[in-house]
């Protein structure tokens, strides 16, 4: 199931998060190698934009859990449909 989440973080001063953000990063790789996500992007100004690919909405609930511990921050999540299952799906 793959989402694109994107984060809003809380509106503290960037400096004062600045050792959680470098935490950050470091964990992001490792769901990146462990193929739960496909990409991490940092927004312009503050926040961040990753693509998960996991098997269920318990497993994203769990991760996004994992990233406020990190940087506390509110989410939008938008389920997304890959361009293959899309294509199927309108060849149907």
């Known amino acids: 199931m793959l989402f694109l989440v994107i984060s809003n973080p809380e509106p503290v001063r960037p400096s004062t998060v600045v050792e959680n953000r470098k935490r950050y990063w470091p964990w992001a790789q490792g769901l990146l190698d462990s193929g739960k996500a496909q990409s991490f992007y940092a927004r312009t100004g503050r926040g961040a934009v990753a693509i998960f690919d996991v098997e269920s909405n318990e497993t994203l609930h769990a991760l996004l859990n994992e990233w406020s511990e990190i940087v506390p921050a509110e989410f939008q999540i ?15």
Do not use: A, N, T, V
Not at 79 to 86: A, N, V
């Open 78 to 92: 938008y389920p997304l449909i890959s361009p293959d299952s899309i294509r199927q799906f309108l060849e149907k």
